[in-house]
């Protein structure tokens, strides 16, 4: 699908909605592809500019618009691996059922698609943590690495983060998780609507007052484990960041 071809297409009421929230609009250039894994691509991107208008932050992510029968939607992906000067990045693709899955697999060098950028913010903690908590999947994978490398270079770096990674695929568990020799992981078999991975989190409750907790996977797991982290490790409101990724039952990215 070309940048041509996105643009005459109608983006329905999300479009509209963006646009009268002062939503800004790029086009994308693919500049290389790689699979990862049989479930993973990796793209490289030229921005159109967006990286001059736009100042990047850890986990900043944008819309992307797929054709699906006729009509466009948009998922939201995480830019990783930018380099400002150049406006070139990498968006990675976990390879689940829809129109965006599609997309990259048969993505080529050279093809476009349109980017709306808004809402995408993330305030680093301060006083920086003394630790991180982190739960999340392949979908946030990008999220997670682009958090592990801004808390490396943080005022705190050699805080820990303690990491609990569901994967729905084997070949999920040789997925490029960025973490640190301090760092932990636990990978989590996703089985009966993420409910291993809820109770992983919950079973590892200890008071982690003065630590950080980051939660971006699936719609109701999102919310059950980031009141976990409020409640049960003591963080509060404040203490704890989520944001929910992809809900079962629909294709996301």
């Known amino acids: 699908m070309s940048g041509t071809a996105v643009q005459t297409l109608s983006r329905g009421w999300q479009g509209r909605v963006l646009k009268l929230m002062g939503a ?16 993973y691509v990796r793209l490289g991107f030229t921005g159109g500019g967006f990286l001059s208008a736009r100042p990047m932050h850890p986990t900043m992510w944008v819309r992307l618009w797929f054709e699906n029968e006729g009509k466009l939607h948009q998922r939201g992906y995480t830019l990783v691996d930018a380099d400002v000067a150049a406006d070139t990045f990498f968006i990675e693709f976990a390879m689940h ?3 965006s899955a599609q ?8 093809d476009r698609i349109n980017a709306t950028f808004m809402g995408s913010k993330f305030a680093y903690p301060d006083p920086a943590p003394s630790g991180w908590l982190v739960a999340g999947d392949s979908a946030s994978l990008p999220a997670i690495n682009s958090l592990l490398e801004a808390i490396d270079e943080s005022a705190n770096p050699a805080a820990a983060a303690t990491i609990w990674f569901e994967v729905a695929h084997e070949s999920e568990r040789t997925l490029p998780l960025r973490v640190r020799p301090q760092d932990t992981v636990h990978y989590i078999d996703r089985v009966d609507a993420s409910a291993d991975l809820i109770a992983a989190v919950k079973a590892a409750a200890f008071d982690a007052s003065g630590q950080f907790a980051w939660v971006a996977t699936e719609s109701s797991a999102t919310r059950a484990i980031a009141a976990i982290f409020r409640s049960d490790f003591k963080l509060g409101r404040k203490g704890v960041k989520s944001m929910a990724y992809w809900v079962y039952g629909r294709s996301f990215g």
Do not use: H, L, N, Y
Request: charged share 30%; no cysteine; hydrophobic share 30%.
């Open 24 to 39: 800004d609009d790029f086009t994308f250039t693919v500049t290389s592809t790689e699979s990862i894994t049989d479930e």
């Open 97 to 99: 059922e829809g129109p």
């Open 103 to 110: 997309w990259a697999r048969t993505a080529k060098v050279g």
